[in-house]
Every structure is written in structure tokens, then in C-alpha cells.
């Protein structure tokens, strides 16, 4: 009989106790949701107004990409050009210095067969 009334006991205050936390629990679950919903409305309004300006600074960084290449090529072509007039040069001053020599050994030549 001890046994059975304590048995009713521990229910008689498992039952408000009980409530009490659930009561505490469910409004902590509750204000988790709306913190967790703020969050989530928060991150879609940042996605949806950050989105356009992403877009435009995409667009700026490649009109950026795209004038930097033109830049790169005009450069290229530059320096080919450069390289292709000194290449130009060179080959003048080696046939004006081959020619050189060319006659000064004839007149070398031509001062000993005249010399012998």
C-alpha cells in the first residue's frame, strides 16, 4: 500500500512539473523557429538585393578582363613590331659589314697580286 501511494505521488507532481517544462520548451522551441525564419528571410532579401549588384560587378570586371587583353594585344603587337625592325637593322649591318670586309680582302688581295 506505501508503494502505491507513492506511486500516486511522484504522478501528482510529474504531471505539473512536467507541463512546467513543456510549457518552457515549447517556447523555446518557439522563439529557435522565429530567430531560425529571421535568419532565413534575412539571407533571401540579401541574396535577392545582392544579386543585381553581383551582376553589375561581374559586368564591370569583365568590361576590365576585355580591356586588359586589348591592352596586352596592342603591346604584343608593339614589341613584334619593335623586334621585327631591329631584326631589320641587323641584317643591313651585316651585309654592310660583309660587303666591308668582302672589299677589304679584295684590296688585300688585289695589293699583294700587285705587290708579287
Same mark, same amino acid.
Do not use: F, H, P
Given at each position: 500500500m506505501g508503494q502505491m501511494v507513492f506511486d500516486i505521488i511522484v504522478l501528482v507532481l510529474l504531471i505539473p512539473l512536467s507541463a512546467i517544462v513543456l510549457g518552457i520548451g515549447?517556447? @523555446?522551441v518557439q522563439l529557435l523557429l522565429k530567430s531560425s525564419e529571421r535568419r532565413?528571410?534575412?539571407r533571401l532579401k540579401a541574396q535577392k538585393?545582392?544579386?543585381g549588384d553581383v551582376s553589375r560587378q561581374i559586368a564591370?570586371?569583365?568590361a576590365e578582363? %576585355? %580591356?586588359l587583353r586589348d591592352t596586352t594585344t596592342?603591346?604584343?603587337?608593339?614589341?613584334?613590331q619593335i623586334v621585327q625592325r631591329l631584326e631589320e637593322r641587323l641584317s643591313r649591318i651585316? @651585309?654592310?659589314t660583309a660587303s666591308q670586309s668582302v672589299q677589304s %680582302?679584295?684590296?688585300? @688581295?688585289?695589293?699583294?697580286?700587285g705587290q708579287g
Open positions: 515549447s517556447g @523555446i532565413m528571410e534575412l538585393g545582392g544579386s564591370v570586371l569583365r578582363v %576585355a %580591356a596592342q603591346y604584343d603587337m608593339t614589341n613584334d651585316e @651585309i654592310k %680582302a679584295s684590296e688585300d @688581295i688585289r695589293q699583294r697580286l
